[in-house]
């Protein structure tokens, strides 16, 4: 756990802080009581030697501190605080001690002469009474140092209490060393105990650090998942998930803001290009009629032949022309109308036989006049979702593309397939001469032409490819023309209803 989190600051600095908060506390703890211990084991010693000494003033004064059954009690007192006592008349004879009335006189004399030696080396007052004096003495005969209190009870008796100053000594030791022992220990413990808490601690800052890191890349997939018993980190997940879905919602909102100001932008530069365009070409193909209806017109004014038939042949033209002009302008207005968006499609449910039917019906007296063969055998039902007019339109555009180009075995062949996403293609067929492959790109370009004096003789515009682009444009589907084996195919695809 520790190799897995090495990386983490805030993980390495919270279990250190731990550690060396219990290695420091336990360290400041054992120099107190290696320091002072003995100081206040000395103390507290001093204030147990007095209260035992008032306590057997107490029952020296009420005059039961010798009767029987108070030896129990003074036995207790003696081994409970580890202390040696004896009461003396003043003809030193010996009333109450420690060592019991049943032992030998050398035992208490022994106690005596250790209490009362005169050879004692050194001592030192601690407290003192009216009726008390506590010393602290050097003993060389028995190499040691006692605590001793002397006084004098209400009854006219010397009591003497001793305890040994070196038990305080090794009892001050023994504590040092078990608090040295038990703080290595606590140390080891508080250091696993440490790594387990730490991890607790630390695992959502660092799940929070991952995902704001996350987010400046603009990852917003990442979310905090908040923990059972939530505290203040868990509250700043959340707060940082509502955050992240705000600034996604936003970033979106710009990109979409961006996205049609690019598309705004486009439009324009494209309607300018086109503007130019426009002008550019329906100058030059309005040039060719202005110019036949002008000389036509002047003819007649100025009375060039006076033949009816002549005459009559002069407003065939200009009327021809005119029409040829009225219904460029028109396809020209739909087309841009189309490529502007300004033009709604209608999407409707519709059979497409019918409409092919129709179509062929309307070129039937164009198809026998150039002498085309058609073939179009599908009779069941074949249903789409598209602009019925749009796409009756564009049909009609390949028809008369394909009328006007068919050559050799003149034929024309209208046929039906499926297409990629569930579509429909509407194929039309016309043997020929192939497209040169460098043409084929413009194709769908306005005005473009690949033949002019083949689409001048019949009078082609140049814009029906055009508007066939536009119109699937509007369908979101495909229109495209292939080299095929004795001829061209052109093509596009529908949504199958």
Known sequence: MILKNKNSRVYNQILATIVLTVAGTIGICWLLNSRFLGFFYMDHKTTVIKNVFNTLNEAADKEYLYKKWYRSTFEEICVNDNLSILVMAPDRTTQLSSAGENSSDSMRISLMESILRSDISEHAILDSGSNYLVER???????????????????????MIRTAVNSIKDSADVSNKFLLI???????????????????????????TDISRKMTGLDFNARYKPRKHSNEIDDLGVHMNKMADKLEET??????????????????EKSES?????????SHELKTPIALIQGYAEGLEDGVS???DDMKYYCDVIMDEAKKMNHMVHQMLDLNQLEFGQKNVEMDHFDLVPIIDGLLRNSQILIDQ?????????????NVW????????AINNYLTNAIHYAMYDKKIIIYITGAENNGVRVNVFNTGDHIPDESIPHLWEKFYKVDKARTREYGGSGIGLSFVKAVMDSFHRKCGVENVPG???????????
Request: glycine fraction near 8%; charge should be negative.
């Open 137 to 159: 003495q050097k003993d060389r005969n028995m190499n040691g140092e006692f605590l001793v209190l002397t006084g004098n009870l209400d009854d006219g008796n010397t009591i």
């Open 182 to 208: 038990a703080g290595l220990i606590s140390i080891i413990i508080s250091f696993f105990i440490a790594i387990v808490l730490t991890s607790r601690i630390t695992k959502p800052v660092m799940e929070l």
């Open 251 to 268: 970033i979106k909102e710009l990109k979409q803001a961006n996205t049609d100001l690019q598309h705004d932008i486009d439009i324009r």
């Open 274 to 282: 086109m503007r130019k365009d426009f002008l550019s070409n329906v």
């Open 306 to 308: 006076s033949n009816p």
């Open 370 to 382: 150039n002498g085309i063969a058609v073939e179009f055998n599908i009779k069941g039902p074949v």
């Open 386 to 393: 598209a602009d019925e007019f749009f796409t009756e339109q």
């Open 487 to 497: 001829g061209v195919n052109f093509w596009l695809e529908l949504d199958k209803g």
